[in-house]
Protein backbone atom coordinates (compact mmCIF):
# COMPACT_ATOMS: atom_id res chain seq x y z
CA UNK A 1 0.00 0.00 0.00
CA UNK A 2 0.90 3.61 -0.71
CA UNK A 3 0.90 6.51 1.53
CA UNK A 4 0.62 9.80 0.52
CA UNK A 5 3.95 11.90 0.38
CA UNK A 6 4.98 13.03 4.21
CA UNK A 7 2.89 10.43 5.75
CA UNK A 8 4.35 8.28 7.74
CA UNK A 9 2.91 4.89 9.04
CA UNK A 10 3.65 4.86 12.39
CA UNK A 11 1.68 7.92 13.27
CA UNK A 12 -1.33 6.62 11.79
CA UNK A 13 -4.18 5.50 14.01
CA UNK A 14 -6.12 3.75 10.90
CA UNK A 15 -5.46 2.98 7.36
CA UNK A 16 -7.70 1.08 4.90
CA UNK A 17 -7.39 0.60 1.27
CA UNK A 18 -10.06 -0.75 -0.32
CA UNK A 19 -12.32 -1.34 -3.82
CA UNK A 20 -15.67 0.42 -3.92
CA UNK A 21 -18.62 -1.23 -6.03
CA UNK A 22 -21.26 0.46 -8.15
CA UNK A 23 -24.86 -0.47 -8.18
CA UNK A 24 -24.40 -3.15 -10.90
CA UNK A 25 -22.09 -4.77 -8.76
CA UNK A 26 -18.15 -3.75 -10.71
CA UNK A 27 -15.48 -2.62 -8.51
CA UNK A 28 -15.00 0.96 -10.85
CA UNK A 29 -14.16 2.70 -7.69
CA UNK A 30 -11.46 2.86 -4.69
CA UNK A 31 -10.94 4.54 -1.76
CA UNK A 32 -7.98 5.09 0.57
CA UNK A 33 -8.45 6.40 4.39
CA UNK A 34 -6.10 7.07 6.87
CA UNK A 35 -6.75 8.90 10.54
CA UNK A 36 -3.60 10.03 12.15
CA UNK A 37 -3.20 9.24 16.06
CA UNK A 38 -4.35 11.91 18.17
CA UNK A 39 -7.27 13.45 15.07
CA UNK A 40 -10.57 13.01 14.85
CA UNK A 41 -10.34 13.22 11.03
CA UNK A 42 -10.26 10.93 8.56
CA UNK A 43 -8.64 12.07 5.54
CA UNK A 44 -9.19 10.10 2.40
CA UNK A 45 -8.93 9.37 -1.26
CA UNK A 46 -11.78 8.34 -3.76
CA UNK A 47 -12.09 7.29 -6.62
CA UNK A 48 -15.95 7.27 -7.03
CA UNK A 49 -17.36 3.90 -8.28
CA UNK A 50 -20.24 5.83 -9.91
CA UNK A 51 -18.78 8.20 -11.90
CA UNK A 52 -14.94 7.44 -10.94
CA UNK A 53 -13.94 10.92 -9.99
CA UNK A 54 -11.15 11.19 -8.05
CA UNK A 55 -11.29 13.32 -5.41
CA UNK A 56 -9.58 13.88 -2.00
CA UNK A 57 -10.81 15.16 1.49
CA UNK A 58 -11.22 14.66 5.10
CA UNK A 59 -14.46 13.63 7.06
CA UNK A 60 -15.11 13.56 10.90
CA UNK A 61 -17.83 10.06 11.27
CA UNK A 62 -20.57 10.61 13.86
CA UNK A 63 -21.62 7.03 14.01
CA UNK A 64 -21.85 4.27 11.79
CA UNK A 65 -22.16 3.09 9.09
CA UNK A 66 -19.51 5.11 7.79
CA UNK A 67 -20.55 7.16 4.56
CA UNK A 68 -18.59 9.92 2.28
CA UNK A 69 -20.20 11.87 -0.39
CA UNK A 70 -19.10 12.02 -3.96
CA UNK A 71 -18.46 16.13 -4.42
CA UNK A 72 -18.83 15.12 -7.91
CA UNK A 73 -21.98 13.15 -8.53
CA UNK A 74 -23.75 13.56 -4.80
CA UNK A 75 -23.82 9.99 -4.55
CA UNK A 76 -23.16 8.76 -0.66
CA UNK A 77 -20.89 5.94 -0.84
CA UNK A 78 -20.56 3.25 2.34
CA UNK A 79 -17.38 2.28 3.86
CA UNK A 80 -17.97 -1.03 5.12
CA UNK A 81 -16.26 -2.60 8.11
CA UNK A 82 -14.04 0.79 9.27
CA UNK A 83 -12.74 -0.68 12.21
CA UNK A 84 -9.88 -0.49 14.76
ZN1 LIG B 1 -19.33 10.36 -8.07
Not at 25 to 43: D, L, S
Not at 59 to 76: A, E, L
Request: with cysteine; proline share 4%.
Amino acid sequence: MKLPDGIDISDLAYVTSRKLANENGEKTGTVFMWRTKGEEEFNYKLKCPYCEEEQESSVVFKKRPYRVRCSNCGKSILIEKLSK
